[in-house]
């Protein structure tokens, strides 16, 4: 009986309305009720608790309760019945869907899943601590976001102290900003001869990569979700363009490239390129790994520099002085005068 009744009174015998209560209550105490007390709730004629008297149809009897329960309780069988039937089709459709695939290789390596969400920072950790142990050749690192914060570097100490105790060899890629990282030389001199270290204007997202078998990328711009790759084609793309990137790089103990143009630091360089490009200072400022305050002195000092009353003005200067052209590559590190190695060993 459930579900069927008027727009108005939209429920079944089981849950009647207040109006409906009321008078169906009514007719069972007395007998019947005029016609006209049900007039308000039609659903009690609707639902078969009330019918017309065959004596006289100006007045409803009500169905007897022990009738309506029993209309009820067989409603509700038939609904579980109902119920099961489709829970049972939809099990054998299952079966008969995962036969068909029972040939298909999954995809997942002979470590885990090929792609894998890390969901939260504990699982993170977890997740990170595992590829460690197992790590036994090689770690590359990419580290966006400038200067690295004490906090950050000490919380990964105890995974670099593990694997440069196996002889692990490591090589991290930072912004030119982390040079200024007093927590990053100080992390580099503990390393020793275990890690090398290199800079760029800009990075791509953070990367890390154990044994060119297991990779690890943010799956949100907060952090707090991270993508562990185990897929063979994708840990070969992501190594590959640490290798170019790697190549690109300067490395710690060489000074940057200068730029030619007197009054302009390298950095202010890479922000007239970027200016150029038509970016925003929030932009440039997150590429470049330093604050939007600190972005926005130096494009300051590159308009007196280049004696620009305006940004309008200062883009001319800038294509005037050729800043907006690709940045002079730095020479090989093999060659950097006065440099015995080309790294942070």
Same mark, same amino acid.
């Given at each position: 009986m459930a579900g069927h009744g008027t727009d108005g009174h939209p429920h079944g015998a089981d849950r009647l309305c207040g109006a409906g209560d009321r008078v169906y209550s009514r007719a069972v105490r007395r007998g019947r009720v005029p016609r006209r007390d049900a007039e308000p709730v039609p659903c009690l004629l609707e639902l078969a608790l009330l019918h017309p008297d065959p004596d006289d149809m100006d007045w409803l009897v009500p169905t007897s309760p022990q009738e309506v329960m029993t209309r009820l309780l067989r409603g509700m069988y038939d609904e579980v019945s109902e119920s099961q039937r489709r829970v049972g089709a939809a099990v054998e459709a299952f079966e008969w869907y995962a036969g068909l695939g029972r040939h298909v290789p999954p995809a997942v390596s002979a470590e885990g899943p090929a792609i894998r969400v890390l969901d939260g920072l504990a699982r993170i950790q977890a997740a990170m601590d595992e590829a460690t142990q197992a790590c036994t050749a090689?770690?590359?690192?990419?580290?966006?976001?400038?200067?690295r914060r004490e906090a950050e570097l000490s919380e990964g100490m105890h995974r670099a102290m593990a694997l440069r105790g196996r002889g692990v060899?490591?090589?991290?890629?930072y912004t030119h900003v982390a040079r200024h990282g007093h927590g990053l030389l100080s992390y580099l001199e503990l390393m020793g001869d275990a890690v090398e270290a290199r800079t760029l204007d800009e990075v791509?997202?953070?990367?890390?990569?154990?044994?060119?078998?297991?990779?690890?990328?943010?799956?949100?711009?907060?952090?707090?979700?991270?993508?562990?790759?185990?897929?063979?084609? &994708?840990?070969?793309?992501?190594? !590959?363009?640490?290798?170019?990137?790697? +190549? #690109?790089?300067?490395p *710690?103990? =060489?000074?940057?490239?200068?730029?030619?143009?007197?009054?302009?630091?390298?950095?202010?360089?890479?922000?007239?390129?970027?200016?150029?490009?038509?970016?925003?200072?929030?932009?440039?400022?997150?590429? &470049?790994?330093?604050?939007?305050? !600190?972005?926005?002195?130096?494009?300051? +000092? #590159?308009?007196?520099? *280049?004696? =620009?009353?305006?940004?309008?003005?200062?883009?001319?200067?800038?294509?005037?002085?050729?800043?907006?052209?690709?940045?002079?590559?730095?020479?090989?590190?093999?060659?950097?005068?006065?440099?015995?190695?080309?790294?942070?060993?």
């Open positions: 090689e770690v590359l690192t990419v580290q966006p976001g400038g200067i060899r490591m090589r991290d890629l791509i997202e953070r990367l890390i990569l154990f044994d060119r078998t297991v990779a690890f990328i943010p799956a949100n711009s907060e952090r707090t979700m991270a993508l562990e790759l185990r897929h063979p084609a &994708l840990v070969e793309y992501l190594g !590959t363009v640490f290798e170019r990137l790697w +190549r #690109l790089a300067i *710690l103990t =060489a000074p940057l490239p200068d730029t030619g143009i007197e009054g302009i630091s390298h950095r202010e360089q890479s922000i007239a390129a970027l200016l150029a490009e038509g970016h925003q200072d929030a932009v440039i400022a997150e590429r &470049l790994g330093i604050s939007v305050r !600190t972005c926005r002195a130096h494009i300051a +000092r #590159l308009s007196e520099t *280049l004696g =620009a009353a305006s940004r309008t003005q200062l883009g001319v200067r800038i294509a005037q002085t050729g800043l907006d052209g690709p940045r002079p590559r730095p020479a090989s590190p093999l060659t950097v005068p006065g440099q015995g190695s080309p790294s942070v060993r």
